[in-house]
């Protein structure tokens, strides 16, 4: 946390987000780092201690975020499952939402020993819950729409881009996404949206953005690709997840690693056209990381085995 100012007008939404539930009017407010889409802040009064984030339209623009009433209903399906923070507060004008604030700290999800052991029970929970979030993500669905509004506005593509498109079209074929399958998914964990709630339990998760229904396999290759894993660490992953005798989902999760690289290229090159990045981002960089991510992955050997054992027959998830 910082110690940064924060204007009198962002208190004034703050408190206007915070205004339904009794006792934040008298509030202290400091902005917090590490988000790349929306405003957040860290709020105190009267010995308490909440989590404000205040809604960027930019992002549901170009098809990088679902609208604010979306995501505000799944953060509250996510706390009701036990896998979210508490929330404390809903607004849709100005759009926002006021959550308990989870102390703890957050893992290193590439390095920690017990990162998977303790991050696979919070995604099962999730995933096996029996709920449903507002909304349904396909990722070369969104992948299509969010290219389609960088193209829109001029944005510069990769050198190759065509080549690896059609290679993705291919991935879509062979992973023949099942909408009726799908199961309530972040497809957005890294570092910053896992908090060690308890000292060794279950990990908590944070922001849900992103969140959507999806394969749950993508919410493996996502976390796998985005966070640098190894293929050894991939694999322990998976294994965790589905076991080490499903050689069918494992293949699959593999080839969503390249699907989650994909989609977050086409997440970067949108957020190259925002005119009001938060303080940090630097969204040139992580463009650049997933392109070369993405390169990695369809050039390795173990991606056409995936490949052949994915398109096997009974290959859904």
């Known amino acids: 946390m910082t110690t940064a100012t924060v204007s009198e007008h962002e208190l004034e939404i703050i408190r206007t987000i915070l205004s339904a ?13 590490g988000g790349n889409a929306h405003k957040n802040y860290r709020v105190e009064g009267n010995d308490r201690s909440c989590v404000v984030k205040v809604w960027n339209n930019y992002w549901t623009s170009v098809g990088v975020c679902p609208e604010a009433e979306v995501v505000l209903q799944n953060s509250r399906t996510a706390a009701e499952v036990g896998v979210g923070a508490p929330v404390i507060a809903v607004s849709t004008e100005p759009p926002g939402i006021g959550l308990h604030f989870l102390s703890g700290g957050h893992p290193h999800l590439q390095e920690d020993p017990d990162a998977i052991e303790r ?14 979030f507002a909304n349904a993500v396909n990722p070369f ?19 190759g ?27 957005d964990i890294w570092d910053a ?10 990990y908590r998760i944070i922001d849900w953005d992103l969140s959507g229904n999806s394969d749950p396999g993508y919410e493996l290759g996502f976390v796998a690709a985005f966070n640098g894993f190894d293929p050894e660490r991939s694999q ?82």
């Not at 029970?121 to 995933?127: S, V």
């Not at 992948?143 to 944005?155: C, V």
């Open 141 to 159: 669905e969104v992948a299509r729409e969010r290219f389609a509004a960088a193209r829109a506005r001029g944005i510069p593509f990769p050198a």
């Open 193 to 202: 949206n896992v908090v060690k709630a308890t000292p060794s339990g279950p």
């Open 236 to 317: 322990a992953l998976f294994q965790a997840y589905f076991g080490s005798e499903n050689p069918v989902a494992l293949a699959r999760a593999r080839l969503f690693m390249t699907v989650a690289h994909w989609s977050n290229c086409a997440l970067w090159i949108t957020a190259l056209g925002n005119t009001d990045p938060n303080e940090g981002s630097d969204f040139e960089g992580e463009l650049r990381t997933s392109w070369e991510g993405l390169l990695t992955s369809v050039t390795t050997a173990d991606f056409h085995h995936a490949i052949e054992q994915a398109a096997k027959p009974g290959a859904l998830v």
């Open 21 to 33: 539930t009794p006792g934040w009017t008298d509030i202290i407010a400091y902005p917090l780092s």
């Open 119 to 132: 991050l696979v029970p919070a995604l099962k929970r999730l995933h096996n819950s029996g709920r449903r």
């Open 161 to 187: 881009f065509e080549v690896i498109e059609r290679i993705i079209d291919r991935l879509e074929h062979t992973l023949a996404l099942d909408p009726a399958a799908f199961v309530p998914c972040h497809l």
